[in-house]
């Protein structure tokens, strides 16, 4: 075997997750993909992967053969793209992830929208509120909220998002409007948690202005759709993401409250590993993501097209 085909081998094999799987879409049987895996590491004189009965998980040295290798075959890739003239087509396997309650609402659809323009590409959706390593789960692209302090990964904005503090008007209308981020103290304030961690501090700023206030309330969950519910039935006041709760606040089963103070934007990025030559499945989906939601970037009249 070559060298591109076994780095080609090795990144399927990744990607699927197991060897049943990889032999699946190979057409061959798990033993046949486990003696050419071995094969690779013995030539290499490294292993790639621990194997367990349900998983297979990255080595560093798998983790810098994937990554590098990858690299090279993307090169290789975008060097017969410009011997022909740009017209490979993107093809294969596209393994996205993205957030529970955005991708359900707005991924899922704009997926569904890519797999027609784009017949060969094969689309898989990880739907995951906890933190992702695209390298180590062999994924093409993370939709997520905020940036990312990963040097390793390239981040582009698909759009602007807004965190906003809102209320039921029922809870309003019985304990009082908050005017100041103080007032907040005074009230019940429905909380996120992660893990054991709650969080309980809500940092606000309007202008030169600065606050920090710790909240506290009766409800918290690790899932921002329960915190959303319970607001909606008059439970407390909560932070949310301006996309989460638009139609709420359209229908006034929701208002926004302390409009002149703002939170830490979450804005919303396509993110995958920073590379010279993205493969043209991922820059398919990155060019389609940035024109779908083109209409939701307040500085979607900037450089939105990435300079490949």
């Given at each position: ?239 949310r993401s301006e996309w989460d709760i638009a139609p709420y606040l359209r229908s006034g089963r929701l208002r926004v409250v302390l409009e002149e103070w703002e939170l830490p934007t979450a804005d919303i990025y396509i993110v995958f590993p920073t590379k010279n030559h993205l493969s043209a499945k991922t820059r398919a989906l990155v060019d389609f993501m940035l024109k779908a939601f083109e209409g939701h970037r307040r500085d979607r009249n900037e450089t939105d097209k990435i300079i490949w």
């Amino acid at each position: 075997m070559d060298g591109i085909s076994d780095l080609a081998f090795f990144a399927l094999l990744v990607k699927r997750g197991s060897l049943a799987a990889a032999a699946q879409e190979l057409g061959v049987t798990p033993p046949s993909v486990s003696k050419r895996l071995a094969a690779i590491e013995s030539r290499l004189r490294v292993r790639l992967l621990n194997r367990t009965t349900r998983r297979i998980s990255l080595t560093p040295e798998g983790e810098i053969y994937l990554a590098d290798g990858a690299r090279l075959v993307t090169e290789l890739e975008a060097l017969e793209q410009r011997i022909s003239g740009g017209n490979i087509t993107a093809k294969g396997l596209l393994k996205v992830s993205a957030t529970f309650g955005f991708g359900r609402r707005h991924i899922t659809p704009q997926l569904s929208a890519f797999a027609r323009q784009y017949p060969d590409v094969e689309v898989q959706l990880h739907l995951t509120d906890r933190p992702v390593n695209l390298v180590e789960q062999g994924l093409d692209a993370d939709i997520r909220f905020g940036q990312l302090p990963d040097a390793r990964l390239t981040a582009r904005k698909i759009a602007d998002n807004r965190r906003l503090v809102c209320a039921s008007p029922t809870y309003l209308k019985k304990h009082g409007i908050p005017l100041v981020p103080r007032d907040l103290q005074n009230h019940q304030c429905l909380l996120l948690r992660e893990s054991d961690e709650i969080y309980g501090s809500w940092h606000f700023n309007s202008g030169s202005k600065q606050e920090t206030v710790k909240v506290r309330g009766a409800l918290s969950a690790n899932d921002g759709e329960c915190a959303t519910t319970w607001a909606l039935d008059g439970h407390g006041i909560v932070v949310r993401s301006e996309w989460d709760i638009a139609p709420y606040l359209r229908s006034g089963r929701l208002r926004v409250v302390l409009e002149e103070w703002e939170l830490p934007t979450a804005d919303i990025y396509i993110v995958f590993p920073t590379k010279n030559h993205l493969s043209a499945k991922t820059r398919a989906l990155v060019d389609f993501m940035l024109k779908a939601f083109e209409g939701h970037r307040r500085d979607r009249n900037e450089t939105d097209k990435i300079i490949w």
